[in-house]
């Protein structure tokens, strides 16, 4: 069982081209104060990395984050392999504009979900986060409340 | 705070005639030993009704999982009322065969986060449930990990 | 019952962001000489202001026009708390291009119409408004029949 | 201008084939107590019927609810010659699934809008009459507060 | 019956701002040696003129084409008018990319057909008409088989 | 040159299993007393046969019907090898509905137009046939301008 | 590198519930004389074993033919673990059609392809195989000779 | 049967304009020294020399590549006239954005597959190929394998 005492989450991409796309997602960490880190391992290119990123994963994160584009099989690919709550980012790409990239997250067969933002939704990977760590760690609770606040008057 | 002890889960359809679409997660939620109950209410025919649901759901649930086809709000309409995790279940429906229902659901404006399973994944969305309540409830990981390794022999 | 004497439209919409896409219909009820005010309020982040924008619709406009992107719930959420028509306009974005926003706003369930125009169709929502309110306002009328035949001599 | 004194809708279908689809409407207004009557006239195959029925409407009519499937071109070719409001039905049909006549209908020039309505929507064109008539016909401001209010119940 | 002694063709399109869309079936008629005029008139702004046009197309044409986006009910106005051949080129545009127009032109009801070319393939609009005509004027047989020829070496 | 004295029609199907497709485009040019043979022959599977055809169409048709499901490359493959018009129907199928057949067909390079009749629109493609013909033999015309004032009181 | 004398192919499903999808290509494999086993392995629920599979294939296999469904990871996460070429057959379910299939499969990113042949194109995928080994067995060109003249008698 | 020595890949595009979006083809197959020449060569504009390439592609070819987009019979048509195997290669174009050519490739009839990868997937097309050259030429595989390991550190 997990030893994590703050919040910890591991945010994965298929590759160090995408971290553009994950930038909402860790300025709004940061803003709630939830630690994480970013890992670039590919579920075709270096399948065994994202299979020992995601056995290893309950020692070092409480949810991991997940983005990928087109066959976009690293959500699914972690979920593969971890029980931890997999939240997914469908990344938009010219050719299907992110109807590839969002079918494959989401249309997860029964026993292996992925949880499913928007496209290019990573500032809300980031908030749903949060929501699902309030349950284990109460302070952030009080954070989300201020956020939600702080939402209507934006 | 939520004083809860054990693990509740809050399940929303729009209609009574939802409740086939969410047999399966009942199913799955009761094999996890996981409490919940099942509300009736629409985000367009009785909004107030899905307010105060959300608004309250904190003092009984740890999360929420909505239900919803065509223009499909209802998920959206709970996480605007609340900072508890909210879980979506796209339905088909014949018209457009579930995109419109999967494009309200997982399209969510930065913020208001809702994690969107398949369409019709009702089984997915406990399971998903299961994952993010084995934050908070500890015993849920040893049955998660049980569950599986049952899917591995399914 | 409303005491309007001179007609008069509420335009809301999700975010400041969105005044470039309503640009059109403010052009076209000006030439009209039909009323308006524009309201920025979110279904989803600022929901309570929507609902009491639609519920005290009434005492202020004849009709409301709702423009929204992505899940686009908000002219589905003021025609859940009022019994005045709602125009809903489908705004474009990158991803899914205008299919996400036009399918959440026009496939509302039975009993909650939205009558929606094309994406990014603020002109004819304009258009639409006068139509409607000329049913109330007989001086209307005659302007849209001037406008009828400009528009064949355009 | 128009003389009617008792609210009066104009249903319009492409072909007889098309009356289970709108039966859902039918039954809609005259709870409303609104009164109607059907047509069948093709935008295609007899466009000057279309054309003369849109041209009289305002003698007879408040407003045109107008379905059609495929190409689905009668609510515009109603909207092209009226200044009366027109609702328009895509109906569902094989080969697209209403993808098609969602597009033919929603997506009208600037300067002739149709209201539209779900796919096989029916009953909500109904409801939108109703709520637009309301303008004109105060009674109908109360029948739909009750449905409203009834819809809470259902 | 028409009079016409050599080949013309009429192209009809809805808006002055669509003749970019055009220059290339012009362009490749004069390569034919087809004589065409061009005709701005709008379904649904003017669609007495486009009636008109239709109606008295055969004393003048032997075959139309017609362009069209969005709802793009040009060609299927035109065709409902006469009994010509109609060529409808769907016209690419923001928001659906041309899933709108193409649908709305090619998916005509039973008895009034339009003779669709791809999006934007104004071309081959005018390679079709060719093509139909010559059946007409057989010295346009010729210059069918030398494009063809030329087309295999370009 | 083509020495056809009277009107005639080659439909070209992949496959015998789709000859109940275009049985409404038979039905309809026996009605209009146009001659057609049916062949089948597939783009795929007997290339050299629809080569063959396509070749010495001119000696025997005035133009060529091609009905195709899928990849439904048989129109173009045809239009590849004459310069007489070739009219496609796209064949619905499961999977994507139609989708794929409409857009093989539709999305002709520019030199090589197919014209393009509704999904399943074998009627249409006789009609269309018709219009066509009725430049070279004027006793169609009449036909046609009764069967245009026949759908009139269809 | 492989022992392997007579052509061998894995066929590998998600899930027992396929097997329905891929008899055609069993069929069509038997009628080649090509040897084949069928393997059970989910990407999600038992990717050990679909590792295991894959890394130990080229002792057994000349290549492998992949089915699944809806998020349809199986054919990319067994190219992810070996050279061998993998097709890959889209499984149509309801909800999304096969699109979500058909995305999933095709859309691989760069240095892991996936050979992907039509939706429910099991037949395909075995003649496509075929057309594989034949490079390596060439007893089976005349084999896919035979086939293709038979085709062309079908 | 063929007398190739060395692995020979025969590319094949609809157009000269086409020569871009195979660079990347071009680019891998160097990498893995295998042989290529590359054939512009319309399955619409110049079928005869399509059907002759293909006819006599197994005196030079062990498999072919072929790009092409919208209609896209390109690939289909190489593979009407040859046992060899056929990668296909959809090409982004505006208008349908890719769905196009991915459906018109990918939907082929039973009995004629064709491989096919991403929209503008020519970096897959190579890696596919030499998987399946591999099969023959023993000095590909090791060259595979450093690809492979490559990949995993790119």
Redesign the interface.
């Known amino acids: ?1 997990t030893k994590i005492q703050a919040p910890k989450i591991g945010i994965i991409i ?2 160090r081209s995408d971290l553009p796309v994950i930038e ?1 997602a860790e300025k709004q960490l940061k803003e709630f104060g939830i630690a994480y880190d970013v890992t670039s391992a ?8 994202v ?1 020992n990123y995601a056995k290893t994963a309950e020692q070092k994160y ?2 991991i984050i997940a983005a990928a584009g ?4 690293l959500p ?2 972690v ?3 971890t ?3 997999v ?1 997914g980012i469908p990344i ?1 790409s ?7 990239a ?20 990573a ?3 980031a ?2 986060a949060a ?6 760690y ?1 302070q952030l ?1 009080a954070k ?2 201020k ?2 606040a702080k ?2 008057h ?1």
């Open positions: 069982m298929g590759s909402k590919s579920a075709h290119r270096t399948p065994k990395n299979e409480d949810l087109m066959a976009a099989a699914g690919a979920a593969a392999h029980t931890l709550p939240i938009h010219k050719g299907l504009g992110g109807h590839d969002l079918f494959s997250i989401v249309q997860m067969p029964p026993g292996v979900p992925v949880a499913t933002v928007a496209i290019d939704g500032r809300n990977a908030v749903l929501q699902i760590l309030a349950l284990k109460p609770k989300l409340k956020f939600k939402l209507a934006a």
